[in-house]
């Protein structure tokens, strides 16, 4: 997707950043309720793509969430359920390296 920014005599045109395609996003607003690996927050985790690299750097992490009040969430299997968090939203994404659904119960 793709906006139009207008600054001065400029026109440039933004594009929202790609998805991460070692990942697939199989929630929006749900997180994992097992125990997760890592977890910070709010305030720590400035990005999504920070927390992606977490989950990236931990050999075992096969989801992570990011909330939108910077928060970071890892787990190596995954319980979905709807975030319970008032006044953040989440995105939850797997690992699209995994095969099939394992660990994933929803």
Not at 38 to 65: F, I, L, M, Q, W
């Amino acid at each position: 997707t793709s906006t139009d920014c207008h600054y001065a005599s400029w026109t440039c045109r933004c594009y929202a950043p790609a998805p991460p395609s070692d990942y697939t996003q199989i929630g929006n607003n749900e997180y994992c309720t097992n125990t997760p690996s890592y977890s910070d927050g709010p305030g720590a985790t400035p990005s999504d793509a920070e927390c992606r690299s977490v989950c990236d750097n931990d050999g075992s992490c096969k989801y992570y969430a990011w909330w939108s009040d910077h928060g970071c969430r890892t787990w190596d299997s995954c319980e979905v359920a709807t975030n319970p968090f008032s006044g953040a939203t989440s995105t939850l994404w797997q690992k699209s390296s995994m095969t099939g659904s394992e660990d994933l119960a929803v």
